[in-house]
Structures are given as structure tokens and as C-alpha cells.
């Protein structure tokens, strides 16, 4: 029984060794696979390496908006956009100013400017009167006061005298405002027409510029009995 056990045991010991011609074409294969991998992998490491250097310029706009995104930051979203703004302060005078408007949108953080959706500013004097100036649009530097107004410019005088152009620039400290397109004004003296205007001391004083045309009408006197 111990004899054919150690009889079995070193027939299963080890591998078969092939030899003649299987084991030369064996030995053929490895040689040209081994070849192969020799010339192969130096030829993929050359295009993974090209790859690295040319992957940048093939996606340039990738790169950068993932560079912009992770400079991107909450607090700086809340100050891009806000609903009903309202802008106040004074001047040299102590005299108040307000700005308001539908929306405003940061377009540029340095000089605090803001585009604004149906401005509105409010100029008044020492004595509570002033003028109302409102249009389509504006842009508004906080950092010097300046409000430029364009599209369907309307000035309302508490007088009861208005004018309507399409572009106008205020300066909300000293209450001053210039217009350079044609302008119409009318009130209970009659209308006024011109190229442009000039405004000073929040509508205390107002200048039609270029050729300009006023229509005056007279209060009928009353009669005497």
C-alpha cells in the first residue's frame, strides 16, 4: 500500500517539461510577444506624455471655467442681484437724495457701479419741494453719484412742470442734471422744446440748449364789474 502511494506521489510532483517541437514554438511565441512589449509600451508612454502637455491647449474654456467656479463663493452671489434697491444720501447741504428701482444688478464691483430696472430718483430741496426724474433704465456709480438714465426720461417738477427726453445724466449730490438729446417741457406757462437741457440746483433752474422753441400761454385776466 506504501509502495503505490509514493509511486502516485511522484507522478503528480511536478510540471509536465514539454520538449521537441512544442516546446520550440512555445519558446518562438514568448520571444515575439516579449519583442513586441518592448517597442509597444515605450510608444504608449511617449503618448501619454504628449498628451499632458497638449490636453490644456485642446481645452482651454474647461480649465477656465473650473478656475472661475472654485474662485466662485456665496458671499459674492448675494451682492450680484437684489429686488426693489434703494440708494439715499446727502449733499454738501445736508440736502436728502434717494434712488430706487425694480431690480439692480452689480456690473462693476470697483467703482460700485449698479444697472438698475426702472429708476426712480427723488432730488428734494431745503424748502420739501424738488423734482422726480424716472426712465426704462439707468446705471448708478455709488462711488461718485452719478445716475445715467436712458429710455423715456420723465422729470416732474412739484410746480406741475415736466419734460420728457430719452437720455439724461444726474448728479444726485448738487442736484444737477444734462441732457444732450431733444427734450420737450410743458407746464401751466406753456411748452418748451429744445436739443437738449441743463438743470442745476434740483430743477431750481432749468436751460433748453441748441434751437429751441417755447410756446407761452397767459392767464386770462378776470373782468372787472
Known sequence: M????????KKFSGPRQLVGPAARLMQLRYSRFVGLMKMALPAVAAALLGLIFV?????PRDEAFQLAFANFNLKAVDTLSMTKPKYYGTDEKNLPF???????????????????????????RKDGSGIVINSDVGFFRQKDGTLDLMGHVDLFQDSGYEMH???ARIETG?????????????????????????????????????????????AKAKARP
Open 55 to 59: 490636453w490644456p491647449r485642446v481645452a
Open 2 to 9: 506504501s509502495q503505490r502511494l509514493t509511486t502516485v506521489s
Open 98 to 124: 434717494t434712488v430706487t428701482a425694480d431690480t439692480a444688478t452689480q456690473v462693476d464691483p470697483q467703482n460700485m457701479a449698479v444697472a438698475l430696472e426702472n429708476p426712480v430718483a427723488d432730488l428734494t
Open 174 to 218: 448738487p442736484g444737477n442734471a444734462t441732457g444732450d438729446e431733444p427734450t420737450h417741457g410743458h407746464g401751466p406757462s406753456g411748452t418748451i422744446e429744445g436739443e437738449g437741457f441743463r438743470l442745476w440746483e434740483r430743477g431750481k433752474t432749468i436751460l433748453f440748449t441748441g434751437k429751441s422753441k417755447a410756446v407761452l400761454t397767459m
Open 165 to 167: 427726453t430719452d437720455s
